[in-house]
């Protein structure tokens, strides 16, 4: 069975909605009849999302907080409102131990992933105040409760993210606003091929060969046995945004094919 998610009227803005999962989450929510926005770097993707999709796709670097005010400016003149933020954005821009990284890499990791949130958050809430059914939802990671051996300057930033979700819940709960966080684990999108890329460089190996390797040993540590794709975590961010969860705040939700259980 299906759930059909009835979004119509409703006003959305994915942050780096133009691929993976974001892509994944704009997709479900234009299907389910929502007018959706967008933003990310790359004009090419964010073209084909507007030709193809319809949606409101608008180029900015989410880590200059003068983009965030001109992506919900943009977002609101166009729409007359928002109802639903999904801070989707963020990643490892650089890859290795504790050792490998450098200062910089420790606060570019943080502008992309944490600060461009809270940039998002202030200056969206004045507009889901007048909402009828506003909503917050974050992305953070399966990392961000347990990190693994690499990339600590990632990882602090997604267990960040954590904590400011269920700051904002108590912070918006007068307001009504609900804030919630998902936390995926390892999903096949554009930040995994650009690791096969790294490692495939380092190892001076195939990709494909590369892909395969740590494709099938990542699938070995899922009880469900496969890595995710944008659309198994989609379905949960559509149901967060829905009317059916309006008692649902504060919570912070696994997604991730069983590798973590229990809660945060
Ligand atoms: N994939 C996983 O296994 C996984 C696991 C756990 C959590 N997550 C989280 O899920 C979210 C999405 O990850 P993903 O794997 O789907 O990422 P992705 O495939 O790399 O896509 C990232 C999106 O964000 C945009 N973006 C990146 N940097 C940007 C910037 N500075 N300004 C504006 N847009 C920017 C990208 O477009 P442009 O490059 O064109 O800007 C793209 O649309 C992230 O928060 C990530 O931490 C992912």
Known sequence: ??????????KVLITGGSKGIGRAIAEKFIDAGAQVAICARGIEDLRELQNKRG???????VTKEEDVKKVIAHTVQHFNGLDILVNNVGGATQFGDFFDMKAQN???????????????CKEAIPHLKVSQSPRIINISSISGIEPGFYNPHYTSTKSSTINFSKYLS???ASEKILVNCVCPGSVETDSWDKSVQQISCEKNLPPEEVAREMGSKEALKIP???MGQGVDISPLVLFLASDEASWIT????????GKMKGMC
């Open 224 to 226: 469900l046995g496969r």
């Open 170 to 172: 108590n912070f918006l």
């Open 250 to 257: 504060g919570s912070c939700f696994h997604v991730n094919g």
């Open 1 to 10: 069975m299906t759930i059909r998610f009835d979004f119509s009227g409703k």
């Open 106 to 120: 420790w606060r570019d990791a943080f502008e992309l992933n944490v600060m461009s949130m809270v940039h998002f």
């Open 55 to 61: 949606v409101l796709a608008v180029q900015a670097d």
